[in-house]
């Protein structure tokens, strides 16, 4: 398996500008989350699903924040209108059946936005 | 408030010194804890998963232990292959799959 790939794996945009991030999870894993993480709050995780169903979004800065789960295979996060205070890295994570003793959780590459 | 807090926040060795790093955690249930390492540009990756008091693992030159209040990652003989930075989380029972992470100790080790 190629493990979790997340595009663009590099954004650069405007203020105001429409963000979408996206994941594909390893195939066959059932839960997925969504993280940010910068210099200076660390990794902080904003949603996570079960089975496509978003669980707890608690985490999710505000209504510019949406995140979506259309299938097993693919998850969006997007940012709308995007602000500076949003650049940071995203990364995506996903964890299988397995994984539900140990907690590992196995993570994309990130994808690093910079609003200016 | 589950808290996980890390130290030190930056730590600089020699190759061959060993030291430990620190992860306070102030939760409501632990679940587990979890060390993950992150390479620049790279997602956290998997070290070890602790569930009680007195539980320890092995990795090479990575032994990570755990106590009621903190966890200590322990690194022996550390070669420059080691740098990196170390993070520790927990999961608590009351709050279903998702990690809750510390801040981090970036580690370098110098030849």
Request: aromatic share 10%.
């Amino acid at each position: 398996d190629a493990g979790v790939i997340q595009s663009p794996r590099h954004e650069v945009t405007e203020m105001g500008q429409e963000v979408t991030l996206r994941c594909k999870p390893i195939s066959g894993h059932d839960y997925l989350f969504w993280y940010r993480q910068t210099m200076m709050r660390g990794l902080e995780l904003l949603i996570y699903f079960n089975n496509n169903v978003p669980i707890d979004d608690s985490g999710m800065p505000e209504d510019r924040f949406s995140a979506k789960m259309p299938n097993a295979s693919f998850s969006t996060l997007k940012i709308q209108p995007s602000e500076p205070r949003d650049s940071a890295v995203y990364f995506c994570a996903s964890r299988g059946v397995e994984e539900a003793n140990t907690g590992e959780l196995f993570f994309g590459e990130g994808s690093r936005l910079t609003v200016l | 408030e589950d808290q996980v807090t890390q130290s030190p926040e930056a730590l600089r060795l020699q190759e061959g010194e060993s030291s430990s790093l620190n992860c306070s955690y102030t939760v409501s249930g632990l679940r587990g804890l979890f060390w993950y390492r992150q390479d620049p540009g790279k997602g956290p990756e998997f070290l070890f998963t602790l569930y009680s008091a007195g539980e320890e693992k092995e990795k090479e030159r990575l032994k990570a232990t755990l106590t009621k209040k903190e966890s200590f990652l322990h690194i022996t003989a550390p070669k420059p292959e080691d740098s990196a930075t170390y993070l520790c989380a927990v999961q608590t029972y009351n709050q279903g799959g998702k990690l809750i992470f510390g801040q981090g100790t970036e580690l370098s080790v110098k030849p």
